[in-house]
């Protein structure tokens, strides 16, 4: 019996996205509630979040982009996990803010990332703007989603 192709790299970025922005978006979300940080200071630690993370993409996406598929060890074992890691969280610190400027999140990678348009789709509520703990709101049970293809 024949072992399946493996993945292209695109689409093995996209499993790795899906799994791991939710649980970035997660992490923060819990984070931004315990410091107890003002709207204007959530937005931006998230804004810096996100462009550490482009920053980390445009140092060393070539990692990710170019890997041949064989196993790594070492320092460039550790390359692309910091800089993959870096991308997943940069993507839900991004979502995360969309999400506290208005948006239902943001697009990456070809995948959407935030709070799904219906909510059937969504375990909790769009961010609402209202005055005092709105970073509370944000973050109360709220991290990025991929919103289903169809």
């Known amino acids: 019996m024949r072992q399946p192709e493996p993945l292209n790299a695109i689409d093995e970025l996209r499993l ?65 996990a910091r800089t993959a890691s870096e991308l997943a969280r940069g993507v839900a610190a991004a979502a995360l803010l969309a999400q506290l400027e208005g948006k239902s999140g943001v697009e990456a990678f070809g995948g959407f990332y935030g709070v799904t348009a219906r909510p059937a789709e969504a375990d909790t509520p769009r961010v609402q703007d209202s005055g005092d703990d709105a970073v509370g709101v944000a973050a109360r049970g709220t991290c990025p989603v991929r919103k289903p293809t169809a």
């Not at 939710?22 to 992490?27: Q, R």
């Not at 804004?47 to 890997?67: H, K, P, T, V, Y």
């Open 16 to 80: 790795f996205l899906d799994f791991a922005v939710p649980l970035c978006g997660a992490d923060i979300a819990y984070k931004l509630r315990q410091w107890g940080h003002s709207r204007e200071q959530a937005k931006a630690w998230l804004r810096g979040e996100a462009e550490r993370a482009g920053g980390s993409l445009g140092e060393n996406g070539d990692a990710i982009q170019f890997s041949d598929g064989r196993p790594r060890s070492g320092r460039a074992q550790n390359r692309v």
